[in-house]
T-cell receptor, first 113, second 117 residues
Framework: GENVEQHPSTLSVQEGDSAVIKCTYS??????FPWYKQELGKRPQLIID?????GEKKDQRIAVTLNKTAKHFSLHITETQPEDSAVYFC????????????FGPGTRLSVLP | KAGVTQTPRYLIKTRGQQVTLSCSPI?????VSWYQQTPGQGLQFLFE???????NKGNFPGRFSGRQFSNSRSEMNVSTLELGDSALYLC????????????????FGAGSRLTVL
């Protein structure tokens, strides 16, 4: 079955710096890759997603890149702010039948003021 | 538009008991998925229901079961509770019409935090 690895497990950056979180997946049939942000005590919320027919997607300070050949995708956050501090989860899904997402173990991002 | 509602939010049980958790999806969403979240294992997929049918199942023992009703509301049940079942159980709904249409965005509920003593 699918396996998703995520690195680093923790990341501390200074406010205003960039943060990059990388995920690798094992199943080449996976075609949908969302990123979820979970603040302390709150539910995971989608921040950006990408499908396998796209190499890059950007939404303001957040971008995701996908390399299908290498089977990895990355989250890029620029101009980080304290409110970006949270746990970030990547996920992979084949999406062709049903909603079976495999999540990475998460990255705890701390943005230091 | 109301979000995904999960009840109860918190509950405490003892080993050997059973528990039932409820999830009401966003209106119009027909797919309901359940995930177990623990500090050590992250988010683990339990199962997914669509139109009252279980479409996908994760790697959990048979003590974990679920169902979906005609109004898309879903319940999950854990029987013979073990200490290791202590976790946050998250329900997520999506507007997935099934078939070769690709995955859709999951919207999570706030979760039901289960503590097993």
């Amino acid at each position: 079955g699918e396996n998703v690895e995520q690195h680093p497990s923790t990341l501390s950056v200074q406010e205003g710096d960039s943060a990059v979180i990388k995920c690798t997946y094992s199943d080449s049939a996976s075609n949908y890759f969302p990123w979820y942000k979970q603040e302390l005590g709150k539910r995971p919320q989608l921040i950006i997603d990408i499908r396998s027919n796209v190499g890059e997607k950007k939404d303001q300070r957040i971008a995701v890149t996908l390399n299908k050949t290498a089977k990895h995708f990355s989250l890029h956050i620029t101009e980080t702010q304290p409110e970006d501090s949270a746990v970030y989860f990547c996920a992979a899904s084949k999406g062709n039948y049903g909603q079976n997402f495999v999540f990475g173990p998460g990255t705890r991002l701390s943005v230091l003021p | 538009k109301a979000g995904v509602t999960q009840t109860p939010r918190y509950l405490i049980k003892t080993r050997g008991q059973q528990v039932t958790l409820s999830c009401s999806p966003i209106s119009g969403h027909r797919s309901v998925s359940w995930y177990q979240q623990t500090p050590g294992q992250g988010l683990q997929f339990l199962f997914e229901y669509f139109s009252e049918t279980q479409r996908n199942k994760g790697n959990f023992p048979g003590r974990f079961s679920g169902r979906q009703f005609s109004n898309s509301r879903s319940e999950m049940n854990v029987s013979t509770l073990e200490l290791g079942d202590s976790a946050l159980y998250l329900c997520a709904s999506s507007f997935h019409s099934g078939g070769l249409t690709g995955a859709n965005v999951l919207t999570f509920g706030a979760g039901s935090r289960l503590t097993v003593l």
